[in-house]
């Protein structure tokens, strides 16, 4: 979503830091993240402890329990991650805001696709929009998603996410490409019709 | 939202544009307004010609295309509204934009609550802690949406939002003050547990 506008170029080194798979990102009020590259999601829990994924994030991205008045609220990574902390006085973030900002919206808008195939269908068509690479009318996506993070992400069950993604890939809506990539066709996608 | 944040408090009066309820706000690419007084709604709408809210916003909030990767976008006026014309390249709407954000994501929660019931009573607290006054320990505030409104905005059917109001009333879970006005108790909220 911000891969063009990393607003900064110029962090020093000592503020870089990388982390595992499934790490959480240190918090504290003051404290802002910007991802150089990897996946995260911004997560909270109800008190039954089913996780509910806030967004998505890719390189361009800012975080921190500033942003969200949400709590419990984490950042998880779902690939290795690199992210640089940033003085949260400093101005030239405003991009990555606007950005996030229309991010939020285009998931609040999928969330109210009522039928999940559908629903699924669009989360995907935004995915390869945001994380993938088009190639003639095709857009290629290495999804490092697991179904159960889709599910989390765009409120379904597992077990339907995993169902569904098989009936996409056999009415030729979706195509494997390899064991975690995959190529779709966004054209008839209700973001971007 | 915004209450105590309106980032401009000396704007040029020639900038100010009053508009009427159902009205909607012009729109180009370099203009963005934000709202003096009023509550306005973000849309967009399907190929069938089906409303979704993108968002409810209320004094302090910014708006503008720029803002929104989602086509078409328009900016309706809930109650009569007072907004001014801003600058696209002056600064200090920062902290507008952190409260979009934050906004947009709690939104986003609530969309992912399954039951319908459950999902009115959270939208509904939103609604209160956004627009609404605390007293002791019930919030007050005046519904200026219409059923409507807030099935487009939470992804339900109109007669369904009337039905599980009847029956919040019933549950005393809110009260009715008069025809707009309602009181109700967020305690039990799943954003402000």
Redesign the interface.
């Known amino acids: 979503m911000l891969k063009s506008r990393l607003a900064y170029q110029t962090v020093s080194t000592s503020l870089y830091r990388d982390f595992r798979r499934r790490e959480t990102l240190p918090s504290s009020p003051d404290l802002l993240w910007q991802i150089e590259s990897g996946l995260a999601r911004?997560i909270?829990w109800?008190?039954k402890g089913k996780i509910?994924t806030?967004?998505l994030w890719g390189p361009g991205s800012i975080f921190g329990e500033?942003?969200?008045?949400?709590?419990p609220y984490d950042v998880e990574c779902i690939t290795p991650l690199t992210a640089f902390m940033l003085p949260r006085d400093s101005?030239p973030y405003?991009e990555s805001?606007?950005d996030?900002?229309?991010c939020?919206?285009?998931?609040?808008?999928i969330?109210?696709v009522?039928h999940a195939k559908s629903r699924l269908m669009e989360f995907l068509c935004w995915l390869a929009r945001q994380f993938g690479r088009l190639e003639a009318e095709w857009y290629y996506f290495d999804l490092h998603l697991s179904h159960q993070i889709i599910a989390e992400t765009i409120?379904l069950e597992r077990v339907t996410v995993t169902r569904m993604l098989g009936g996409l890939e056999q009415e030729g809506l979706l195509e494997r490409v390899s064991k975690t990539a995959f190529k779709i066709s966004p054209a008839k996608s209700?973001?971007n019709?």
């Open positions: 911004s909270t109800t008190d509910v806030l967004g500033s942003l969200s008045l949400i709590r101005g405003l805001l606007l996030r900002v229309s939020m919206q285009q998931l609040y808008c969330m109210q009522k409120g209700f973001l019709p």
